[in-house]
């Protein structure tokens, strides 16, 4: 059998997450940064967001990011612009939700964002159509099957 010469386990690489009780500072965009709340997540610590100048953009999150802060759809982040790219970005920063109300709230997002919603950017526009998701058939349409 071999010996474990590493430091510890899975349960060490999971560690403890402290980060989310602890109050940080809030951080505002800079030059070349931009908010965005993304749209979907694409695996390969990819995501698809939009960002509140109006571009869809495609989003790398950075490894330190990565299997440390989750990012799921409807979320708010701070994104880093490429120069050179201007369809991807780089998820820098993210919002926690009372962070992201303090952003509305000081006018730094838009009125017409949705927070707290799980998918983001009008999704539920062709929910309104008032059609039942499910179809009524008739006799005569189950003895033809």
């Given amino acids: 059998m071999p010996k474990n010469k590493g430091k510890g386990g899975k349960n060490r690489k999971r560690g403890k997450n402290e980060a989310d009780d602890e109050k940080r500072e809030l951080v505002f965009k800079e030059d070349g940064q931009e908010y ?3 749209l979907r997540m694409l ?3 990819r995501c ?3 960002c509140i100048d109006g571009v869809k953009r ?3 999150i ?3 990011m990565h299997k440390k802060v989750w990012i799921a759809a409807g979320d ?3 994104v880093g612009l490429r120069d050179y790219q201007d369809d991807k970005a780089d998820v820098i920063l993210k919002y926690m939700p009372d962070e992201a109300r303090l952003l509305k709230a ?3 997002l838009p009125e017409n964002t949705r927070l707290n919603e799980g998918i983001a950017g009008g999704m539920d526009e062709e ?3 008032g059609v039942d998701d499910y179809v009524e058939f008739e006799d005569e349409d189950i003895d033809k099957i």
Wanted: aromatic letters at 4%; proline letters at 0%.
């Fill in 36 to 38: 965005a709340q993304v």
């Fill in 43 to 45: 695996g390969n610590g």
């Fill in 48 to 50: 698809e967001a939009t």
């Fill in 58 to 60: 495609l989003c790398h």
């Fill in 62 to 64: 950075r490894g330190k």
């Fill in 76 to 78: 708010i982040i701070l």
């Fill in 106 to 108: 000081y006018g730094e």
């Fill in 127 to 129: 929910d309104d159509g």
